[in-house]
């Protein structure tokens, strides 16, 4: 996750401001040219989306590229960018709501935390609307830090402020997925950071519009055996993200996990939501989108 300067998307969120076309990757230059090749195409197993943060080009020319890839839509867009994403017929695979409620954005005060409840319901509450209104069905939420609550605290709190929101959501069609983040090295301190405390979660709302959002280089990076984790606990996940372990870049040779065999997995659980590439590109050949056509290769098994 480094370049000059640390990069991570605590700090770039901030400035993010059902059919599936399916094509695979050509090496061909970066898509502002008048003729934008398609790739073969995929094998429809997998509905591949990427997220927006972990690329420096407008998104009116990622959507572009998504279009080119075969990508179905993109992932972690706010609703200022839904237009463009309707313009080139791509899906909000994971939602925000818009800028208007920072506090759901924030990865650090959340469900677990009672004082930030007030604001998250205000706002969410909204924000299901908003999401259900344009069309889409996903909407990202997050635990936030301990700030030494107990997790059995804290679970009951999610329980607590959730409850509030998911009759709305299930009203709406929205289904709100609670994302799990490594503390050990990217998010020190956040509590949702395990399989085993979001899928109790889970349980207890006892709800099809909650879901988890398995983040498999997070969880790679706290608690490992993904396959069997994804194989023991699939009904509760919603949507996955990826990167490579160690350092959150390509999902090349060149890191520890295979992603062709945790794909496989994935499509063996009869999974059919989306899998989103959210790795930090190493290699900048036209803005990074090499690798993340080259991800996506690896991905559609």
């Not at 509905?47 to 590229?65: F, G, Q």
Request: hydrophobic residues 35%; proline residues 2%.
């Amino acid at each position: 996750m480094k370049s000059k300067k640390k990069i991570s998307r605590r700090n770039l969120l901030k400035t993010v401001a059902a059919g599936t076309a399916a094509f695979t990757i050509n090496n061909n230059v970066y898509s502002k040219n008048k003729k934008i090749k398609k790739m073969n195409l995929l094998k429809g197993n997998i509905n591949h989306s990427v997220c927006e943060w972990c690329y420096n080009i407008p998104l009116e020319d990622l959507a572009l590229e998504a279009k080119r890839i075969g990508l179905v839509g993109i992932d972690l867009i706010g609703a200022e960018g839904w237009d463009v994403l309707k313009k080139h017929n791509l899906i909000s695979t994971m939602c925000y709501g818009d800028l208007e409620g920072k506090s759901t954005r924030s990865l650090t005060n959340g469900w677990c935390d009672e004082k930030y409840h007030e604001d998250l319901i205000y706002h969410y509450k909204r924000h299901i609307n908003l999401v259900a209104n344009a069309g889409w069905t996903n909407l990202i939420c997050f635990s936030g830090n301990r700030r030494n609550i107990s997790n059995k605290e804290g679970l009951e709190n999610c329980v607590k402020g959730l409850s509030k929101i998911l009759p709305i959501a299930e009203k709406m069609g929205v289904i709100i997925h609670m994302e799990l983040l490594n503390s050990k090295i990217d998010h020190k301190d956040y509590m949702c950071d395990n399989s085993n405390w979001g899928v109790e979660l889970c349980k207890r709302l006892n709800s099809n519009n909650f879901k988890l959002l398995y983040d498999i280089y997070h969880m790679q990076v706290d608690e490992g055996d993904v396959i069997r984790t994804i194989s023991k606990y699939h009904k509760y996940i919603g949507h996955y993200h990826t990167a490579g372990v160690p350092g959150r870049n390509e999902i090349d040779s060149s890191q520890e996990l295979y992603y062709p065999a945790i794909m496989k997995a994935i499509v063996k659980t009869g999974f059919k939501g989306y899998v989103a590439q959210e790795f930090i590109p190493k290699n900048k050949d036209r803005k990074g989108i090499s690798s993340l056509e080259e991800a996506v290769k690896i991905c559609d098994v």
